[in-house]
């Protein structure tokens, strides 16, 4: 099986799979509980929390961290605790359906959302970004990478032109497809709160946290026992905490090789399907730009096939990859392809490949080859 569609889900490393099972069957004490087993499970979560600071290069006295069970909760839980209900709020077009449903329902509920559009890259537009502020929004939500296209946008800059409008803006980045595959420096990113997940940096599923400031507004949504310093109430799930930190830790040691051998491996990827598309007579395009997005995720596709048909066409041949978010597919229609301006015929055409730094071990050029030959195979037009 040739797994390309990491941004979905990844395998969780064998070492944190131990990890968790150890946890589970030694560490399995309520954290709550009063005994000295229970002492070391709560020493054992205090330290996740300060190695997930460490791992975004947060200060412990300026930050502090949220385990929720999921991406999707940490979203959930600061759009509605940080949202304001009478001043303005900005989320992307770009957000992931956890940040953009949310907002959306709070918007049905009277609160004041605005939403950023995007450039034909899939970043946000800085222009009309800044045309959306005024002195009195009261928060914003951008994501770092998309989950969509790969495309990165500008955290550090777009915060710096939200606080000149603003100085008591509240900042949120959803960070779930950065996080353990680009740099991230939370001490200069100019953000309050941000989200990452376990299962998408080879960690098991059922855990997310939330990042934030410790002077922002963060109201618990979840209510119950206290747990999580009273900002998420319910009994933590240590074993998967552990395995979090540990994948998240050992791909972030390894950033930079991964972040260039996974690079090469898209690049190439790239040449070898349009080659063999120019060869085939088929009309291959790019959602994004491949140089400046993340090398983790390919937006791509071929006019006159469709995605989901070619999406099955190479699961028969034991070459797994996406549709585009898999929290979408449920969905008609791309919404984010569709605010980048592209035409239907590209959107219906739209496959996602999303990888791992272990997808390096396969063939580009065999990949590529399957590929186009399942697209003209398929194509509509020919
Ligand atoms: N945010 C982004 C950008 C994502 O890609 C995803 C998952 O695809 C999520 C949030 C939700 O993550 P989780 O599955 O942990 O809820």
Do not use: W
């Amino acid at each position: 099986m040739i797994y390309l569609d990491n941004a979905s889900t990844t395998r969780c490393s064998e070492k944190s799979a131990q990890i968790v099972k150890d946890a589970m069957l030694e560490d399995f004490f309520n954290p709550s509980a009063k005994y000295t087993q229970a002492l070391n499970a709560t020493k054992k979560l205090s330290e996740a929390r300060v190695r997930i600071l460490k791992s975004l290069k947060a200060r412990a006295d300026e930050f502090n961290v949220v385990f929720t069970g999921s991406a999707t909760e940490a979203n959930n839980l600061v759009l509605t605790s940080s949202m304001s209900k009478h001043k303005e709020n900005i989320v992307s077009v770009g957000e992931h359906a956890s940040v953009y449903e949310t907002a959306k329902t709070m918007r049905m509920n009277g609160y004041p959302v605005l939403e950023a559009p995007l450039n034909e890259f899939g970043e946000v537009d800085e222009n009309a970004f800044l045309e959306l502020l005024t002195p009195t929004t009261a928060f914003v939500s951008i994501m770092l990478v998309s989950n969509e296209t790969g495309a990165i946008n500008k955290i550090k800059r777009l915060s710096e032109i939200a606080r000149k409008i603003n100085p008591r803006i509240l900042i949120h980045t959803d960070a779930v497809q950065a996080y353990g595959k680009i740099k991230i420096n939370l001490s200069t990113l100019g953000v309050d709160y941000l989200t990452i997940s376990s299962h998408k940096v080879e960690g098991p599923k059922g855990v997310g946290a939330l990042v934030y400031r410790k002077k922002a507004k963060l109201n618990p949504q979840i209510l119950g026992g206290g747990q999580e310093e009273g900002k998420r109430s319910g009994t933590e799930n240590l074993p998967s905490i552990l395995g979090f930190v540990n994948s998240v830790e050992n791909l972030i040691e390894n950033l930079e090789d991964n972040y260039n051998k996974v690079k090469d491996f898209k690049l190439k990827l790239i040449e070898s399907i349009k080659t063999y598309s120019i060869n085939e007579g088929l009309e291959f395009s790019i959602n994004g730009n491949p140089m400046e997005s993340s090398p983790y995720i390919l937006s791509c596709g071929f006019k006159g096939t469709k995605g989901e048909v070619l999406l099955h066409a190479l699961e028969a041949e034991g070459i797994l990859v996406g549709t585009g978010s898999a929290c979408n597919s449920r969905h008609s229609g791309n919404r984010i392809l569709f605010a980048m301006g592209r035409d239907t015929g590209i959107i219906e055409g739209n496959i996602r490949l999303s990888f791992a730094p272990e997808t390096i071990k396969f063939n580009f050029d065999e990949i590529a080859k399957t590929i186009v030959r399942l697209a003209k195979k398929h194509n509509h037009t020919k």
